[in-house]
């Protein structure tokens, strides 16, 4: 059984405090709607538009209001718009930034051609999320995520070749 809650999105490059107030309660309260807590977050990215430093920061700042990294899954939407490249050469070419979020997401994510008539995508994510919440079970699910940005960035700076590091989840 799957329960979708869609929670409003927040503008690609705002700040926290330039979002108003009802789109950050609507934000948190869509986490309140999955009892006992959720067992996946979809955070999606769009390929059609180069990510920033900006978009990061402003990832990391709304993403704080719900404490979930371990339960994220980077959903890349419009991987149409990147041609014959494919969604990994995407993620090396990405730069830190767009390496940063993936791996602060487990190297957890799944892409999506929107023009593609093809059902097996959401398939493929339905498999994806399944395994996520296998994952999440052994847990302990009272543990308090960190959000050690910065330890993050430094391992991201000695970790192993990008083509390497997306191999267990795609």
């Keep these: 059984m799957v329960q ?3 929670t409003p999105g927040w503008s ?19 986490v309140s709607l999955c009892t006992p807590g959720p067992h996946a977050i979809i955070l999606v990215v769009s390929t059609a538009v180069a990510f920033t430093k900006a978009h990061l920061r402003s990832i990391r700042e709304h993403m704080s209001l719900l404490d979930v990294w371990r339960h994220t899954l980077v959903l890349f939407s419009w991987c149409d718009s990147i041609g014959e490249t494919t969604v990994e050469q995407s993620i090396e070419s990405g730069g830190r930034t767009l390496q940063l979020l993936v791996r602060k997401c487990n190297n957890r994510y799944h892409s999506f051609n929107i023009k593609a008539d093809d059902p097996a995508q959401v398939t493929r994510l339905l498999e994806k999320i399944k395994w996520k919440v296998a994952e999440n079970s052994v847990l302990c699910l009272n543990a308090s995520e960190t959000d050690n940005w910065e330890e993050e960035e430094t391992a991201a700076e000695t970790m192993s070749p990008p083509g390497e590091m997306f191999e267990d989840f795609c």
């Design 4 to 6: 979708l809650v869609d």
């Design 12 to 30: 690609r490059f705002s700040s926290l405090k330039d979002t108003p107030e009802k789109v950050k309660q609507e934000i948190t309260k869509g």
